[in-house]
C-alpha cells in the first residue's frame, strides 16, 4: 500500500465484494451454507459486467473475494487478476466474525487467504469482513495470519450487525489508521452531515 497516494484528496478507492446473491447475510435462514451449491450462481456474468466497465473507463479496483466462490469459479479469479485488479479475502464462508470463536477466525482467514493465493500466485494482503463485522479479536488475528491491511471498520452506529472497533487514539491519518500491532485500517465510506453519519459505501443499503 503506497500511504503518500492514500493522503492524496483525489484518491479514490473502489472496491467489490465478490460473493453471490443467496450468500448475503439476510438471506442466510433460508439458504444456510449447506445449500449453496444448489442454487442458481450468477456470479461469472454480472461480474463480467463489472470488469466490461471497469475496463472501460480504464478502472482498477480491490475485488474481496469469498474463498467459497473462489474455490468453484478459479478461472474467474485469475481473470480478474490478469485484468490488473487487486484480489483480497472476504473470509471464507460469510459468516460475521463476532459469530465465530478465536480459533474458528483464524481458521476461516488462513483458509480463504491460502485458497486465492494458491489460484492467483500471489500473496493476499488485504480483507474485509462479511457484513463490516470487525472486532478486535478479528484484528488481532489478522496480523497473525500475515495479512496487512483490513477494510471493515463502519462507524454506523444504528446498525447492530457491524461490528465495533476501537479506534487507536494519535495515529489517524487522512482516510486509513494504523492499529497498535501494525494492521493498517481502511475504513468503509460514510457521509457526515452536521452530527449525523449516513451510509455511503456497500451493496447491502440498496437491497
Not at 461480474?47 to 478502472?59: M, P
Not at 478459479?74 to 485484468?83: A, G, Q
Not at 464462508?93 to 481458521?107: F, N, Q, R, V
Not at 469482513?129 to 477494510?151: C, H, K, M, R, W
Request: proline share 4%; with cysteine.
Amino acid at each position: 500500500i503506497d500511504s503518500t497516494n492514500l493522503t492524496n484528496p483525489k484518491t479514490i478507492l473502489i472496491t467489490v465484494d465478490l460473493e453471490d446473491w443467496f450468500q448475503v447475510e439476510n438471506l442466510r435462514p433460508i439458504f444456510p451454507i449447506q445449500q449453496w451449491d444448489t442454487c442458481e450462481s450468477r456470479i461469472e456474468s454480472n461480474t463480467n459486467i463489472i470488469l466490461d466497465l471497469f475496463g472501460f473507463y480504464n478502472v482498477k479496483a480491490t475485488f474481496f473475494v469469498l474463498g467459497w466462490l473462489a474455490e468453484r469459479y478459479p478461472s474467474l479469479i485469475n481473470e480478474i487478476h490478469n485484468k490488473g485488479h487487486e484480489i483480497a479475502s472476504h473470509g471464507y464462508s460469510h459468516d460475521s466474525c463476532y459469530d465465530l470463536s478465536k480459533t474458528e477466525l483464524k481458521k476461516d482467514l488462513k483458509r480463504s487467504k491460502e485458497l486465492i493465493e494458491e489460484i492467483i500466485n500471489q500473496r493476499v494482503l488485504g480483507y474485509r469482513a462479511p457484513n463490516f463485522s470487525a472486532t478486535e479479536a478479528l484484528i488481532e488475528v489478522l496480523a497473525e495470519t500475515g495479512y496487512q491491511y483490513d477494510s471493515s471498520y463502519n462507524n454506523i452506529r444504528f446498525n447492530k450487525q457491524h461490528g465495533q472497533v476501537k479506534v487507536p487514539q494519535n495515529c489517524s491519518h487522512k482516510g486509513f489508521f494504523l492499529m497498535p500491532n501494525g494492521l493498517i485500517e481502511l475504513p468503509v465510506t460514510n457521509l457526515r452531515w452536521g452530527r449525523f453519519t449516513f451510509p455511503w459505501a456497500g451493496g447491502g443499503y440498496f437491497r
